[in-house]
């Protein structure tokens, strides 16, 4: 199994701020890598996918990059809706692999 | 417009086995291009995925829960049924269903997998 590992585990961030998630994975995976976000309650939703296209109606302050091991998801401006837990997720093959998350908390 | 919904019971006593199931619309199970994972999320904890299930019959399951999980799916009743035997309390969670494809709209990314619409949640606990 790929095993995927996320840092931060979480992190503090005002309004207006960049932030920056970082994904690695065990193995090379290409671009095969996807990011969800989750509010408390609420089931994941896809924010990128393919390591950095945008799925629709997700806003453009996200972007992802990466290819290989090491992936990023940035947030330009973090905006209060914002403030969650992020997940990576890896389907370069079976069984798929989550991150542990990284949970955005309001400074 | 694409839904996924699960359904099963809310609480399971311990060594019983849990029969959850999801059941789809908006879209064809026999549709090539997705497919219909299990991904279950224990109270405070990371997601976990499960397992997964293509039009071919094609399944694929976690490594660690393997002896323990049968995917499968009735494409006529759009419902894919996952059951988890000899549960325990560790297994409590939320569970979800979610469809697995590779299109954004009109555009394909071949391969490109990524679980674009999912149910809510069905939360199961595991007690005496």
């Known amino acids: 199994d790929i095993q995927m590992t996320q840092s931060p585990s979480s992190l503090s961030a005002s309004v207006g701020d960049r932030v920056t998630i970082t994904c690695r994975a065990g193995q090379s995976i290409g671009s095969y890598l996807n990011w969800y976000q989750q509010k408390p309650g609420e089931a994941p939703k896809v924010l990128i996918f393919?390591?950095?296209t945008l799925q629709s109606g997700v806003p453009s302050r996200f972007s992802g990059s990466g290819s290989g091991t090491d992936f990023t998801l940035t947030i330009t401006s973090l905006q209060p809706d914002d403030f969650a837990t992020y997940y990576c997720?890896?389907?370069?093959?079976?069984?798929?692999?989550f991150g542990q998350g990284t949970k955005v908390e309001i400074k | 417009q694409v839904t996924l919904k699960e359904s099963g019971p809310v609480l399971v006593k311990p060594t019983e086995t849990l029969t959850l199931t999801c059941t789809v619309s908006?879209?064809?199970?026999?549709?090539?291009?997705?497919?219909v994972s299990w991904i279950r999320q224990p109270p405070g904890k990371a997601l976990e995925w499960l397992a997964h299930i293509f039009s071919n019959d094609e399944k694929s399951y976690n490594t660690s829960l393997k002896s323990r999980l049968t995917i499968s799916k009735v494409t006529s009743e759009s419902q894919v049924v996952l059951t988890m035997t000899n549960m325990d309390p560790v297994d409590t969670a939320t569970y979800y269903c979610?469809?697995?494809?590779?299109?954004?709209?009109?555009?394909?990314?071949?391969?490109?997998?990524?679980?674009?619409?999912w149910g809510k949640g069905t939360t199961v606990t595991v007690s005496s």
């Open positions: 908006g879209f064809s199970l026999s549709n090539p291009r997705m497919a």
């Open positions: 997720q890896q389907t370069y093959n079976s069984p798929r692999t």
């Open positions: 393919g390591a950095s």
């Open positions: 979610a469809r697995e494809g590779y299109c954004r709209g009109a555009t394909c990314y071949a391969g490109y997998y990524f679980m674009d619409v």
